[in-house]
Nanobody
Framework: QVQLVESGGGSVQAGGSLRLSCAAS????????MGWFRQAPGKEREGVAI???????IYADSVKGRFTISRDNTKNTLYLQMSSLKPEDTAMYYC??????????????WGQGIPVTVSS
């Protein structure tokens, strides 16, 4: 049974930081690129960051220099360190496992999502 379980979300003031985690199980973690997507109210889901098994990362322009994606292949866990948060980062954040190393939503497995709220 595939599971992607996010944790670490919550509310923070603008300029603050949060660290999201995603614990993966039920599939071959190192065989997939792992990523974070987000969906704000009334908007389409968008790719935030993606990392392959060799830890090569791609970021959306909107988060470059502020967010860092990482993975621990020994713990089957994905992370997203978010700094200098802005109100426009407010969204539901989803952990995802996919085959392609892109920010396109051609995702094989989705997590259930975790809310992040940034207040001004």
């Amino acid at each position: 049974q595939v599971q992607l379980v996010e944790s670490g979300g919550g509310s923070v003031q603008a300029g603050g930081s949060l660290r999201l985690s995603c614990a993966a199980s039920g599939f071959a973690f190192t065989g997939y690129c792992m990523g974070w997507f987000r969906q704000a109210p009334g908007k389409e889901r968008e790719g935030v960051a993606i990392i392959d098994s060799d830890r090569s990362a791609i970021y959306a322009d909107s988060v470059k220099g502020r967010f860092t994606i990482s993975r621990d292949n020994t713990k089957n866990t994905l992370y997203l360190q978010m700094s200098s948060l802005k109100p426009e980062d407010t969204a539901m954040y989803y952990c995802a496992a996919k085959r392609s190393h892109t920010l396109q939503p051609d995702v094989t497995y989705w997590g259930q999502g975790i809310p992040v709220t940034v207040s001004s």
